[in-house]
């Protein structure tokens, strides 16, 4: 296993299988040791500081969730038995779980990085590739991959791991021993990118330093190497981010002969179930400007984004069809008879079942999944006590393979959006005292219905003035636990758990995904506004601050939505989405940087100072001047006209259909849609000179055109 | 090449077009030493900034248009850093408060706490004093008017604060009593074709159609600023500015006039769905869901029935503030949106409203 970054070092001075067994001599550390299986039934404490005290000992791959149980491997099997991942990990395209077409992007753009393509002219533009998409797509992986195919070196930046020591004890042992040339302070970024990319010899000799992964070329002239850059500075701090940006905007300016392309690899953290309340409550006018979210355009500066030197290639998340290869293939390997050489007495291949609900609830990310598959077949033939098993939210569907699923649940933990769509149905479905059951339900369903209906008390009759407000009582139960129904969750199910208690989300979600669906299972209009007003006033209630917030929120939206809705709700196959408002919140910060180009476009010189223009009056008023000033400069002119940016705002076609894809939240799977097919990941959107270029005419160099 | 508003905006008191007797308040004003805190205040495009800018110069001299933009930065009490551009001269500073959203009272109090400790060293300064310009005064945050009200009067004599609003409605008390109001209305239609004319004859065609100028003055609802737009616009689309002219509203106008027509058309749970990605649509675009909610409201007002009139815009009062206060714009629009097709529906149908507040 190579050494890395920081590590490599430590590992320098002190070799890390001695580290390793020293930490596992300390008493304290004996604690942390960590089985998979014992950790369910008891879970250890960690100690934050001893666990970053041994970090070094951290092998390549592991990351996250990753590290405890590596560890616990090494120290109780020696160095073969490794994590999954780092064994198996793809060697050539066909053990790759990417799509071809995708592996294909990527490599086309490493060779004309180092050949310049047909036309020998691409070299130039080929700086800076940015490969996003979520975690666990295989995008280190295929950029590994082709290095290796190609014969790429890869030379990658790692930030240390105590970024908390201060420069000066750096500075100081800097001086003090010449072998430490730590450079994991986020200042020195710059220094590796430059030396990275522009000195291929002195890197060569320095190649115990950076972490160099290519076979061997030592004996050529000029190396191709890439720069890999995955795991990037702090680029939220501000600061960070300006010596970051400027870094890149050198390395694009250098000369292209002698510096090696760039490769960005951003892992999309996604949207986080409730947003900074800053961002939701000002989003039309204050985002942007304190973003706090790793994406391509905080990590990239801004004049590089839309310029010919970066190349985007999106990554989707893994097929199921090409994961359960992936995993088939890791199994077939395992579990051969080559493998059996490696003492795993206990371990059988998981069954289909398993391999089935491993992919299930990876959500297309193939690193859990495949620590999910470890594990399963390390923990096959335990079964785990009936008290310990945890109660299943989701109805399984065979008894018999309950505790498998059980115990995967509670492994990949992702069981948060069945109870989601569990939660959002049964608000939606308002089902009362005395409904009748659906049409199709089972047998077992309707008995117990009959069951929750027995013991719901008639409430009483309310006044003929009120009479409007009367319901039936509820089958779902907000808040109050009925002590006597929880004793017997042997059959009783869920429903009778607190909403409030189970709930996966807080109010502010749960609101939006109400918002979102409540029209299908309204009847008529009547019913739609009572849900909305009471989601309304339920929003603007409660004060500025955290600590002024209603508390009562959660319980409102679901006391008023089922009060609003019809009882029965009428049944015609309504499916629930997730809300458009995250998507809506994506684009209104792009739309914002366009009226914010504008606004500076406006102000660059005195005359516009002196006008004052705020950006509401640039959304508000300016849209015609900008369209009719956009279509006389497709005459040619000498004129310089509104940032493209502008389009942005300025257009507003008005359409019939959505604009928007809505994605069903399902019971089966962890909320994500997996309905994209494997032929469906070729949305590349890949920024060429060539194509780009009469767009945007004004905003490129002069040069850019003719070259390509 | 600036834009025409931009470029014949008028930089002294006598240079302005109407208004007058408001000009020579003004200049008396600035001569008698005696300045006061201002509120300048009235509808969009009427002219505000202008006098605002007029009022400087002739405080200050020609120094006031030498302006830099300063890129500074702000720490909340989160810790959490704001980069705001502000615009300055020697004499005085102007900041937007709705562009830091709510942090408006820290970046307000930081500012004019530095302003009001220095001292103006320029001897050759014709006022002792500086002068901070707070645009959109009205979207100030109530925290933002609280810390202003001790400021002005504890700083006054480094410092003078004019604030520029669309109506004083939405400032406290306190601080109007503390300006001195100058309200700026809109031009009428006439002073708006002098304006044009003016702009024109600076232009190499020289002229302008008195028809054309008044149509596109009847079209600009006072606004002067849209008025020049839309006859820069209309210059730019048709040269010569002959024949049957179209005046082109922005896209998002149109937009949300489309809307009001489907609230009207249909009022069913389906209909609420497709409005709503409608009502994405133009928050997606920047438009301030205030704004959406006005344009839609009139209108929807425009096409209903008389009894219907009175209680839309009072559902829209009422959601407007909750738009303010709450934190999901798309939930106030689209619960104002259904209440609309509520009515409109029972008043169709006829049922008995009684009781209904």
């Known amino acids: 296993m190579p050494p890395k970054g920081s590590s ?19 008493p304290a550390n004996k604690k942390q040791k960590l089985r998979p299986l014992s950790a369910l039934i008891s879970p250890v404490v960690f100690d934050p500081v001893n666990q970053s005290s041994q970090s070094p000992s951290q092998g390549t791959q592991s990351k996250g969730k990753g590290k405890e149980v590596q560890r616990d491997v090494l120290l109780q099997n020696g160095t073969e038995d490794q994590m999954w991942i780092d064994l198996h990990e793809p060697l050539t395209e066909e053990n790759l779980a990417v799509h071809r077409r995708k592996v294909q992007d990527v490599r086309q753009w490493f060779l004309e990085a180092f050949d310049g393509g047909p036309s020998g002219k691409l070299r130039k533009y080929r700086r800076i590739l940015v490969l996003a998409g979520p975690a666990g797509t295989a995008k280190t992986a295929t950029v590994r991959m082709l290095s290796r195919e190609l014969g790429l070196e890869i030379l990658e930046w790692r930030n240390g791991s105590d970024e908390r020591h201060h420069r000066d004890d750096i500075y100081d042992s800097y001086d003090h021993d010449e072998h430490f040339t730590y450079e994991g302070l986020s200042e020195r970024f710059q220094a590796f990118l430059t030396r990275a990319t522009n000195c291929h010899s002195v890197v060569g000799l320095r190649s115990n330093n950076v972490k160099s992964s290519s076979a061997s070329s030592s004996g050529q002239g000029v190396k191709r190497q890439i720069v890999l850059l995955e795991d990037l500075p702090n680029i939220l701090h501000a600061r960070t981010q300006q010596t970051f940006h400027e870094a890149l905007v050198a390395s694009v300016n250098s000369n292209f002969l002698s510096t090696s392309p760039i490769v960005i690899i951003i892992s999309d953290a996604g949207l986080r179930g409730e947003t900074d309340p800053d961002d939701m409550s000002y989003g039309s006018s204050w985002k942007g400007k304190g973003r706090e979210t790793l994406d391509v355009r905080t990590a990239l500066p801004r004049s590089l984004i839309g310029s010919p030197y970066v190349t985007q290639i999106e990554f989707n998340p893994i097929a199921p069809t090409l994961m359960k290869r992936a995993l088939q293939q890791i199994i077939d390997s395992e579990f051969s008879s080559s493998a059996k050489s490696r003492s795993r007495p206990s371990a059988s291949a998981p069954s289909k079942e398993v391999l089935n609900f491993i992919i299930e609830s990876s959500n297309g990310d193939i690193r859990s999944a495949i620590m999910a598959l470890q594990f399963a077949s390390t923990s096959v033939g335990i079964s785990l006590g009936p008290d310990s098993q945890p109660s299943g939210k989701g109805k399984s569907k065979s008894r018999k393979s309950a505790p498998t699923r059980a115990l995967m649940e509670v492994v990949t933990r992702r069981e948060q959006s069945l109870a989601l769509f569990h939660l959002i149905g049964k608000l939606l479905y308002n089902k009362r005292k005395g409904d009748p059951s659906a049409p199709s339900a089972p047998a077992k369903d ?55 208690a189970d709930s996966p989300i807080d109010s502010g979600l749960l609101s939006l995904y109400i918002h979102q669906n409540y029209t299908q299972f309204c009847d008529d209009l009547d019913q739609c506004e009572g849900v909305m007003d009471w989601l309304s006033w339920v929003d603007c209630s409660g004060g500025e601050s955290w600590y002024q917030a209603n508390p009562y929120r959660f319980h409102l939206i679901s006391l008023g939505t089922l009060h609003s809705l019809p009882t029965p709700v009428t049944r015609r196959n309504q499916k629930n989405f997730k809300p458009e408002f995250f998507d809506v919140l994506k684009r209104t910060r792009d739309c914002d940087d366009g009226v914010r180009d504008v606004h500076q476009w406006l102000r660059r010189d005195e005359y516009g100072n002196a006008g004052g223009w705020t950006q509401t009056k640039v959304v508000l008023e300016l849209g015609a001047v900008l369209k009719a000033r956009e279509q006389r400069s497709n005459i040619p002119s000498d004129q310089p006209f509104a940032p493209p940016s502008s389009r942005l705002f300025t257009r507003m076609p008005f359409t019939k259909e959505s604009h928007y894809h809505l994605e069903v939240v399902k019971d089966d799977n962890t909320g994500v849609d997996m309905a994209w097919l494997e032929d469906n990941d070729d949305d590349r959107t890949t920024r060429d000179g060539g194509e780009a270029t009469p767009l945007t005419g004004g905003w490129l160099e002069d040069d850019d055109i003719e070259e390509c | 090449m600036s834009l025409w508003v931009d470029l014949y905006r008028p930089k002294t008191l006598d240079d302005l077009h109407y208004h007058e007797g408001l000009s020579n308040r003004l200049r008396s004003l600035a001569a008698s030493g005696d300045f006061p805190h201002m509120l300048f205040y009235g509808p969009s495009g009427a002219g505000k900034k202008t006098r605002i800018a007029c009022t400087l110069r002739e405080l200050f001299g020609k120094g006031v248009e030498k302006l830099k933009i300063d890129q500074r930065v702000f720490m909340t009490p989160s810790r959490r850093k704001l980069d705001v551009n502000i615009v300055q001269s020697n004499f005085h500073i102007e900041i937007t408060p709705s562009e830091v959203g709510i942090y408006d009272r820290v970046v307000i109090q930081e500012i004019l706490k530095e302003i009001a400790q220095t001292q103006q060293v320029d001897i050759s300064a014709k006022q002792r004093f500086k002068v901070v310009i707070i645009n959109e005064a009205d979207s100030l945050s109530r925290d933002a008017q609280a810390a202003l009200r001790r400021t002005m009067e504890k700083y006054m004599s480094n410092m003078r604060i004019i604030l520029c609003a669309n109506s004083t409605s939405k400032l406290i008390a306190p601080i109007k009593s503390r300006c001195l109001l100058v309200r700026v209305a809109a031009p009428s239609e006439d002073e708006i074709v002098k304006v044009l004319q003016y702009v024109a004859s600076k232009q190499p065609f020289r002229s302008i159609d008195q028809n054309v100028a008044r149509e596109i003055a009847e079209d600009s609802n006072g606004n002067l600023r849209k008025a020049v737009l839309v006859f820069e616009a209309l210059k730019m689309q048709t040269p010569d500015l002959s024949g049957p002219l179209t005046i082109a509203k922005p896209d998002w106008e149109t937009y949300c006039q489309k809307v009001a027509d489907m609230i009207i058309q249909e009022q069913s749970p389906q209909r609420v769905m497709e409005v709503r990605s409608k009502l994405y649509e133009l928050l997606v675009h920047c438009i301030p869901p205030n704004v959406i909610l006005k344009t839609i409201a009139d209108h929807v007002v425009d096409k209903v029935d008389e009894s219907l009139k009175a209680d839309i815009i009072h559902w829209a009062a009422i959601y407007e503030v909750r738009l303010r206060n709450g934190n999901k714009k798309i939930f106030h629009l689209e619960a104002w949106v259904v209440k609309v097709m509520t009515l409109y529906k029972h008043f169709f149908f006829g049922i008995d409203m009684d009781g209904f507040d």
């Open chain 1, 8 to 26: 490599s070092q430590r590992k320098l001075r002190q070799p890390a299988v001695r580290k390793v067994s020293t930490s596992s001599t300390e």
């Open chain 1, 446 to 500: 309707i008995q117990r219905d009959r069951e929750i209906d027995t013991r719901l008390k008639d409430l009483p009759k309310l006044p003929s003035h009120l009479s409007i407000h009367d319901r039936e009582p509820s089958r779902v139960d907000v808040e109050v636990c009925h002590a006597e129904f929880t004793l017997s969750t042997e059959y009783l199910p869920s429903i009778f758990q607190t909403l409030y």
